[in-house]
């Protein structure tokens, strides 16, 4: 069946719609992980804040995770330590290390289906990267190490291992912690001002507004069109598959990915930009035929993910004209513990405390990024393609996603049905099929 293992194990909490006008000192937009994360800390600090979200909560990117929380993003550590230098990847590092003993102190009073584990970043091709990642993360103080990859049922050449990681159930802490939080769901913000969301059912005022809604939807400021792209990827369950009992992840991010969920094994891969081709399900199911041939699928499902120029998020003030208005997006695939990262960020803003990483994951840091010229003539490509079918958002040329029958937008990842109805943003709006 089309949906995550998760959205079939829990029926999560239902909030009003917004009937009217509102007043608060911190809106919410988006009610994803990061959101109900802001709400949830806001809440506990005493802060007056509302969330409002288009759909239902957990309804978007969150419920299709592979729900891995970890600090081990790729080969981040050597290219940060390169691109930037090693106390910006300390600093990365400290900081996911510490969401994942937020997530590990929450979580002892959740029935979430916590638990530790260690995750593996492997290579099929290159020893050289995986050592060199190793030394990186020795380098910065954490005992990563080098590990050949005996679980997986393929060769590699080694792998990055860290210990004392974690995953989880997404669906059943968010059911756990959104209980008693003031939100409103099917509420859809068609615009914003400066102080406040304007929705359909009513205009929601306040002091600070902070943008959870997986890709920035505001063009006019940040320039998030031009520092993000999409990245589409694909999950099946299967039982009867003996795989690793550790989380795994292939450094190249068109390769494959393992976690074990109860008598399941997730299978992630087939992954491609979003509006471009890949190798879709397809590609997991031969794999798995290959290596797991008694395995029966039970689930599958996608996702996609917004992919910042450096590989670290935008968390921070949204641009520097709008210091009222904060966002976190480019979470790079790493959504579960880039969430709590946010989250923690932002809450000390909005209440004018100084956040340590701050500086690490500002929005306004340099774009001069290879990334950007990827990104810039994506967009000068579609924006010039010749088609009736284009996405409302920036006006790029819109492409027929055959594994999933929707039109996908290559540029900025807008998604759309075959009937032309929003699926997922940056669009805030339909499109003409």
């Known amino acids: 069946m089309k949906k995550s293992v998760w959205s079939d194990m829990i029926k999560l909490p239902e909030f009003n719609t917004l009937n009217g006008d509102v007043k608060t000192d911190v809106l919410i937009i988006g009610g994803g992980l990061c959101g109900i994360l802001c709400a949830y800390f806001l809440d506990k600090a005493g802060v007056d804040y509302a969330l409002v979200e288009g759909r239902e909560i957990a309804s978007g990117i969150t419920k299709n995770t592979t729900a891995k929380i970890t600090s081990q993003h790729g080969l981040i550590y050597s290219k940060l330590s390169k691109s930037y230098n090693d106390e910006i990847a300390g600093k990365y590092l400290e900081a996911n290390q510490k ?44 005992k990563a190490s080098f590990a050949e990859t005996s679980e997986l049922p393929f060769e590699t050449k080694g792998a990055v291992r860290f210990p004392d990681q974690a995953q989880f159930n997404p669906l059943k802490f968010i059911a756990e912690i959104s209980k008693k939080l003031n939100i409103y769901e ?70 494959m990915s393992f976690r074990k969920y109860g008598n399941y094994l997730l299978i992630g891969g087939g992954g491609h930009r979003t509006g471009k081709q890949g190798g879709c399900w397809q590609e997991i199911e031969k794999f798995a035929l290959k290596y797991y041939p008694d395995a029966k699928e039970c689930y599958r499902w996608a996702t996609q993910d917004c992919m910042s120029l450096d590989g670290v998020p935008y968390i921070g003030q949204y641009s520097k004209r709008t210091p009222d208005l904060y966002v976190a997006s480019g979470f790079n695939k790493w959504g579960m513990t880039s969430s709590m990262v946010a989250a923690e960020i932002l809450c000390d803003m909005v209440q004018g405390k100084q956040s340590d990483f701050a500086e690490v994951f500002s929005p306004q840091r340099s774009i001069l990024k290879p990334q950007l010229l990827v990104n810039s003539a994506e967009t000068t490509v579609n924006l010039l393609t010749p088609t009736v079918k284009r996405c409302p958002h ?10 999933e029958h929707s039109w996908d937008c290559p540029c900025h990842g807008s998604r759309f049905d075959a009937e032309g109805k929003l699926i997922d943003n940056p669009a805030t709006g339909d499109t003409q099929i």
């Open 186 to 255: 099917n509420s859809f913000v068609r615009d914003i001002t400066p102080t406040a969301a304007i929705t359909n059912y009513g205009k929601i005022t306040a002091k600070k507004i902070i943008v959870t809604t997986h890709f920035p939807f505001i063009n006019k400021h940040g320039g998030y069109f031009l520092k993000l792209y999409q990245h589409r990827s694909y999950v099946i369950a299967y039982k009867n598959a003996d795989g690793p009992e550790e989380m795994y992840a292939d450094e190249d991010k068109t390769g």
């Open 394 to 403: 920036l006006g790029c040329a819109l492409k027929w996603n055959k594994a």
């Open 99 to 142: 969401a994942i003993k937020q997530y590990e102190k929450l979580c002892k009073s959740i029935d979430c289906d916590f638990e530790k584990n260690v995750v593996y970043t492997y290579s099929s091709s290159d020893r050289r990267i995986i050592e060199e990642e190793v030394k990186a993360v020795n380098r910065l103080g954490f």
